[in-house]
């Protein structure tokens, strides 16, 4: 979805937020961790859990939407929704 161009230039556009999507290796049983090893804002970290590889969770308050994450994914379970589809 694209902004206005009024919402634009008034600012009134929440930023974009990284969404996990259930394509997340870690969530298929393969350890993975790539997208929490580039974010230098910490938004993403890997939580330790029983019988799998740590989950990737997102710290949304921390998210700054810049993308690295999702360039990062070897499987494209990373989106971000508030932003226009290149």
Excluded: K, Y
């Excluded at 997340?24 to 970290?45: F, K, P, T």
């Excluded at 799998?52 to 989106?79: F, K, W």
């Amino acid at each position: 979805m694209t902004p206005t161009r009024r919402a634009f230039l008034s600012g009134n556009i929440a930023p974009a937020v990284a969404a996990i999507g259930a394509t997340c290796l870690a969530r298929r049983g393969i350890a993975c961790g790539s997208c929490a090893d580039v974010c230098q804002e910490a938004a993403i970290r890997l939580r330790p859990r029983a019988g799998g590889p740590p989950l990737a969770t997102l710290a949304a308050d921390l998210c700054t939407g810049c993308g690295e994450c999702q360039q990062v994914c070897p499987v494209e379970a990373i989106s971000m929704p508030g932003l226009p589809h290149a």
